[in-house]
C-alpha cells in the first residue's frame, strides 16, 4: 500500500484555509486570492507569448514554471473579468514557488479538488487548475531534463 501524498507547507496551508469555511466562505476566499495574483515580472509581462497557454481553462491564460537554484517559480496570468480562474492561478503561484521540483512533482495531480470548492465552482474551472497544475509539473521535469 502507498503512502498517502504529503502536501508541502505552503499548500497545505492553503488548503486547510478553505476547508475550515464553509462552502460560501470558500467562494469568497477563491476570489481574495484573485486579487492577489502576483503581476509578472518584466521578461514575461513585456513577452506573454514566453508563458504557455493553459488550453483547459476557458479564460485566457498563461503560465510557466521556471526551476531556479533557489526553488521552483511559477508565474500566471488570468484576466480579471474571470476572478474564479485568476484566484486558482493565484493559489498555485503562492503555493509552487519556492518549492522544490521534488515537492512541484509531488503535489497530487487532484489538488484541486481537495479545496472543498466542488459545489461552488464548475467541474470546467476546476479542470482548469488541474490543467495549470499538471503544465507546471511537465515544464518543472523538461528543465530536470
Do not use: W
Amino acid at each position: 500500500m502507498t503512502e498517502p501524498a504529503v502536501l508541502p507547507d505552503s499548500l497545505a496551508e492553503i488548503q486547510e484555509g478553505f476547508l475550515e469555511l464553509g462552502e460560501r466562505d470558500r467562494l469568497q476566499l477563491l476570489l481574495e486570492f484573485a486579487g492577489e495574483l502576483p503581476a509578472l515580472p518584466p521578461r514575461y509581462a513585456d513577452h506573454p507569448s514566453l508563458l504557455e497557454k493553459v488550453e483547459e481553462c476557458q479564460s485566457p491564460v498563461r503560465a510557466f514554471a521556471e526551476v531556479e537554484p533557489d526553488g521552483v517559480h511559477f508565474y500566471a496570468t488570468a484576466p480579471a473579468e474571470a476572478p474564479t480562474t485568476r484566484g486558482f492561478a493565484s493559489i498555485l503561484t503562492q503555493g509552487l514557488t519556492g518549492l522544490t521540483p521534488e515537492q512541484v512533482l509531488a503535489v497530487p495531480d487532484d489538488f484541486a479538488m481537495t479545496l472543498g470548492l466542488n459545489r461552488s465552482v464548475s467541474p470546467l474551472r476546476l479542470s482548469g487548475m488541474t490543467g495549470m497544475l499538471t503544465r507546471a509539473k511537465r515544464q518543472v521535469r523538461e528543465q530536470l531534463g
